[in-house]
C-alpha cells in the first residue's frame, strides 16, 4: 500500500490468467469505455470484465427463471399453497371485504 498526496493507493496481485485479444469497437462504445474507466479509476479491460461478468449473471438469471407457461401450471397447481394454507387465505380476504366501509357507508 503506498501513501501519496493525501491518497491510499492500494496493488493488487492478480491470481488469475489473462489473455490479450482485440476487437472493433464503434465511436461510441468506445467513448462510454473510455468515459466508464475514469469514472471507475480502472483500466477499460476491467470496464470490460465488469459489464461481461454483469451481462452473464443477468443472463444465467434470466435463463433460471420460469417460462411463463410453467409459471401459469404452477399458480394453476397452488402456487405453493397447500389446500388448507388456500382456504385460510381465502376466508382472510373475504373477512376483510366484508369488514370494509366504503365513503357511502360511513
Known amino acids: ?54 451481462a452473464k449473471e443477468d443472463a444465467d438469471r434470466e435463463a433460471a427463471l420460469p417460462k411463463p407457461l410453467e409459471a401459469l401450471d404452477w399458480l394453476h397447481d397452488g402456487g405453493g399453497l397447500t389446500v388448507k394454507e388456500a382456504a385460510a387465505h381465502r376466508e382472510q380476504v373475504r373477512a376483510e371485504r366484508l369488514a370494509k366501509k366504503y365513503w357511502w357507508e360511513a
Do not use: P
Request: proline letters at 0%; charged letters at 30%; aromatic letters at 8%.
Open 1 to 54: 500500500m503506498l501513501v501519496k498526496a493525501g491518497h491510499v493507493v492500494i496493488r493488487y496481485h492478480m491470481t488469475y490468467t489473462l489473455t490479450r485479444t482485440s476487437m472493433a469497437l464503434d465511436g461510441w462504445t468506445l467513448r462510454a469505455l473510455k468515459e466508464l474507466a475514469a469514472k471507475w479509476d480502472v483500466s477499460k479491460a476491467e470496464v470490460m470484465r465488469r459489464a461481461v461478468k454483469r
